[in-house]
């Protein structure tokens, strides 16, 4: 398929899904089942998805080399969503050398001695990689907030506690993202749009499948009846923390072919946004060059 046809096609189906605005975001406008029309057999989706892994490895390779720009990836999503498996998709291409993935867990006891941000800023991408964060520090205005007991574990001077708290980490958040920005880390945030319907699909098939079943976890369906605290979470967050330079990408994610074009669709504009080249090489370094050219012709062969 000829570039122009490809970006036509991205340019499609990711700007609906595109939030640089929070005011006004409202998540029910979202529909986790939407393909904007899109009907693809499996090899079509995966023949589209490797050109955009290739598009991302070429960008990433620029990346590397340039070491100017530092790219993140967070992605949050309900559990079953498809946070692992688009991950491992979308990134399938790109060297491991120039990207790492980090997975958040509940905080450890050492962790919950620091502030919130403390154990997200230690991994952030250095300069020329690409981080990605398998959830992030958003869990301190998800899980945190629909649980309001893991609060109580943070040991913040009850002083600092009041019903704004959520409002105030939003805007540490948002700050936090300004701040990043300004130090030249591309952020892209994705919200992998799962339904309620087909989350307990996915659950079903993990009880079903034998080799799924290292995947299930009693407490994740539990987790379910918080749905609805789950929502309004998210749409707080986003509204809080959508930005022109640190966008949302509420993604569908009840097909899993769609979610991960939308995915790779996004991290390659950005890229592609930043104008990334190859150092160019002076005067000097190419008088090495030249030198060791003629050192290497010089040299007998045995
Ligand atoms: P998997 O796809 O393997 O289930 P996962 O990301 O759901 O991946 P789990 O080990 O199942 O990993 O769950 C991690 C749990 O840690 C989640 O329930 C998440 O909400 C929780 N968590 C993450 N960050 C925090 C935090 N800051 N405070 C409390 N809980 C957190
Ligand atoms: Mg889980």
New binding site residues.
Partial sequence: MPRKEIDELTGRYLAPFRIAKGKGFKLKKFDPSDTCGLELEKGQARELLQRGTERLAEQQDKLFAQDRWSVLLIFQAM?AAG??STIKHVMSGVNPQGCQVV?????SSEELDHDFMWRYARWLPERGRIGIF??SYY??VL??RVHRE?LNQQKLPSRLVSDAIWDERLADIAQFEDYLTRQGTKILKFFLNVSHKEQKKRFMERLDEPEKHW?F?ASDVREREFWSDYMRAFEEAIQATASKHAPWFVVPADNKWFTRLVVAAAVVEALENLDLAYPKIDAAKKKELDGAREALSRERSS
């Fill in positions: 559990d946070k692992d997975s958040f867990k509940q905080p398998n959830r869990e301190e899980v945190v893991i995947k976890s």
